[in-house]
């Protein structure tokens, strides 16, 4: 994935250089052109400083575009309406998911859990994601205590899958639901 400029960045540079060139003319006693751009570039720069201030990276996505447009043509639009909301910059909040973790008491206010990578399972056309978090403060039992319910949270007929691949780190699979059934039935084991 290729580095992006963010909102607020670009919004702090346009107030940068306006605010620079407010000054310059000001100096150079071009009023007409140093009141305008001097006024307005200050308040946008605060703005964009206040933005970056609040501002969430974009998690690391996996997922190459075709996959991605092949998910918006085939897949459930909840699953690509997930990974367009974690794969963008967010501001005013502590986390990705922040009001989803909430709602499933999977979320702790000193130590939120961070979500840092997601990436798109497909099996047999039908698809679903793996999602790293970061656990921190919630303990990795309360995650397996929701697990039926993180299935069908995020997107119908979805099954999760919970692995804890390091300290304070999980995986949380969300696979479909069919093909989980299937790979039980014929292996016998989950």
Same mark, same amino acid.
């Given at each position: 994935?290729?580095?992006? $400029?963010? /909102?607020?960045? *670009?919004?702090?540079?346009?107030?940068?250089?306006?605010?620079? &060139?407010?000054?310059?003319?000001?100096?150079?006693?071009? &009023?007409? $052109?140093? +009141?305008?751009?001097?006024?307005?570039?200050? /308040?946008?720069? *605060? !703005?964009?400083?206040?933005?970056?201030?609040?501002?969430?990276?974009? +998690?690391?996505?996996?997922i190459s575009s075709s996959q991605l447009m092949k998910l918006k043509d085939q897949g459930p639009k909840?699953?690509?309406?997930?990974?367009?909301? +974690?794969?963008?910059?967010?501001?005013?909040?502590?986390?990705?998911?922040?009001?989803?973790?909430?709602?499933?008491? $999977?979320?702790?206010?000193?130590?939120?859990?961070?979500?840092?990578?997601?990436?798109? !399972?497909? !099996?047999?056309?039908?698809?679903? +994601?793996r999602m790293k978090f970061e656990f921190l403060g919630v303990p990795i039992e309360k995650w397996q205590?929701?697990?039926?319910? $993180?299935?069908?949270?995020?997107?119908?007929?979805? !099954?999760?899958?919970?692995?804890?691949?390091? /300290?304070?780190?999980?995986?949380?699979?969300?696979?479909?639901?069919?093909?989980?059934?299937?790979?039980?039935?014929?292996?016998?084991?989950?």
């Amino acid at each position: 994935m290729k580095k992006q $400029l963010s /909102p607020a960045s *670009l919004v702090s540079i346009t107030g940068s250089i306006l605010a620079v &060139t407010g000054l310059i003319s000001y100096f150079k006693d071009a &009023t007409n $052109l140093s +009141v305008p751009t001097f006024f307005y570039g200050v /308040p946008i720069l *605060l !703005i964009g400083l206040a933005m970056k201030n609040s501002e969430i990276q974009p +998690v690391k996505s996996l997922i190459s575009s075709s996959q991605l447009m092949k998910l918006k043509d085939q897949g459930p639009k909840e699953l690509s309406d997930l990974i367009g909301d +974690v794969t963008r910059f967010r501001y005013g909040q502590r986390a990705h998911l922040e009001t989803s973790l909430q709602a499933l008491k $999977l979320w702790d206010d000193n130590k939120p859990p961070q979500l840092r990578e997601i990436e798109l !399972i497909e !099996i047999e056309h039908q698809f679903g +994601v793996r999602m790293k978090f970061e656990f921190l403060g919630v303990p990795i039992e309360k995650w397996q205590d929701k697990k039926d319910r $993180l299935g069908r949270f995020f997107a119908k007929d979805l !099954i999760a899958d919970i692995a804890c691949s390091s /300290p304070g780190e999980l995986s949380l699979q969300l696979l479909p639901k069919s093909q989980t059934l299937e790979k039980t039935n014929i292996d016998g084991t989950e």
